[in-house]
């Protein structure tokens, strides 16, 4: 069984810093593409980061130069180190996984809240 968990997510001043977890069971992350996504009140999910099997990483426009997704293989987690964060970066963020089997998983999110 597959199971994604996200901690790390928290309130935090305009300007500040969090760093998202999501630790995985059931499925190797290396052999996965991942991603981060996030949803605001009132809003579509949208993607903010992903992370290929050979390391390749993509940022969306929200989050390009403040965000930073990384894996450790060894702990089988994912992690998004997101600084300078903004009030719109309110959201709950979900971390996906694309297993090789062609199946997407998801984590139950966890919420940010940034206060201006």
């Known amino acids: 069984q597959v199971q994604l968990v996200e901690s790390g997510g928290g309130s935090v001043q305009a300007g500040g810093s969090l760093k998202l977890s999501c630790a995985a069971s059931?499925?190797?992350?290396?052999?996965?593409?991942m991603g981060w996504f996030r949803q605001a009140p009132g809003k579509e999910r949208e993607l903010v980061s992903s992370i290929s099997t050979n390391g390749a990483t993509t940022y969306g426009d929200s989050g390009k130069g403040r965000f930073t997704i990384s894996r450790d293989d060894a702990k089988n987690t994912l992690y998004l180190q997101m600084d300078s964060l903004k009030s719109e970066d309110t959201a709950v963020y979900y971390c996906?996984?694309?297993?090789?089997?062609?199946?997407?998983?998801w984590g139950q999110g966890t919420q940010v809240t940034v206060s201006s």
């Open positions: 996906q996984a694309a297993a090789p089997w062609l199946r997407n998983y």
């Open positions: 059931g499925v190797i992350l290396s052999r996965c593409g």
